[in-house]
């Protein structure tokens, strides 16, 4: 059911695809995480920040395995101000 519902989601193929530890976690429990290549076209960014908060809940070898596919990159989080703006803005509690 998921599957189908994600399949009809379409996504600008240029656009870069990056995901949060809880979304990848959701995956990894659901044993879906390799299927995500499969439903998206993009390029799959998980950022530094991410695949260490992904290792220390025991689930290194998984993430190393999905990082090995084609489509999905392990990239440092950017130096950029305006990106650490933007990464401290989606951290912040809702209001």
């Given at each position: ?9 379409m ?9 949060d530890a ?5 995956f990894?429990?659901?044993?879906l995480l ?7 076209d ?29 489509k ?22 809702m209001?």
């Amino acid at each position: 059911m998921i599957l189908t519902m994600i399949s009809i989601i379409m996504i600008d193929p240029e656009k870069k695809v990056i995901f949060d530890a809880d979304v990848l976690i959701h995956f990894i429990k659901g044993e879906l995480l390799f299927s995500i290549p499969r439903i998206l076209d993009n390029e799959l960014i998980i950022l530094d920040k991410v695949y260490n908060e992904i290792i220390h809940r025991n689930q290194k070898n998984i993430i190393d395995r999905f990082v090995e596919q084609p489509k999905v990159k392990l990239i440092d989080f950017p130096d950029r101000e305006d990106y650490i703006k933007e990464y401290a803005h989606l951290m912040s509690p809702m209001i």
